[in-house]
């Protein structure tokens, strides 16, 4: 779990792509794309989350689909946190 966790941050952080800025209401904010997979296959569903670590910019979340993500987010060093859920057969003993 370590070494998905290190991966999936990795590529989240290769994800970034320096754009145009966000409004000028607020901090700007750039898009971010990228791909998650889980066992070499693309994560069908989940959620991302990119909370900066200093805690002074809001976090920034968006949806994973078919192992894809695209999002907006201010500049910085981000703690990347995924969720995502897995429907596993269970047998019944009797």
């Not at 968006?62 to 907006?72: M, T």
Request: glycine share 14%; charged share 20%.
């Amino acid at each position: 779990m370590k070494i998905l966790s290190a991966f999936l941050i990795l590529t989240c952080l290769a994800g970034m792509i320096v754009g145009c800025g966000g409004s000028s209401d607020g901090p700007a904010t750039f898009p971010v794309s990228g791909k998650v997979t889980l066992d070499g296959e693309p994560l069908a569903e989940g959620d991302i989350i990119f909370r900066d670590i200093e805690g002074i910019a809001a976090s920034a979340a968006g949806k994973i689909k078919g192992g894809a993500y695209s999002l907006r987010s201010t500049a910085g060093k981000k703690a990347v946190v995924i969720t995502a859920t897995k429907e596993i057969p269970v047998k019944t003993v009797v």
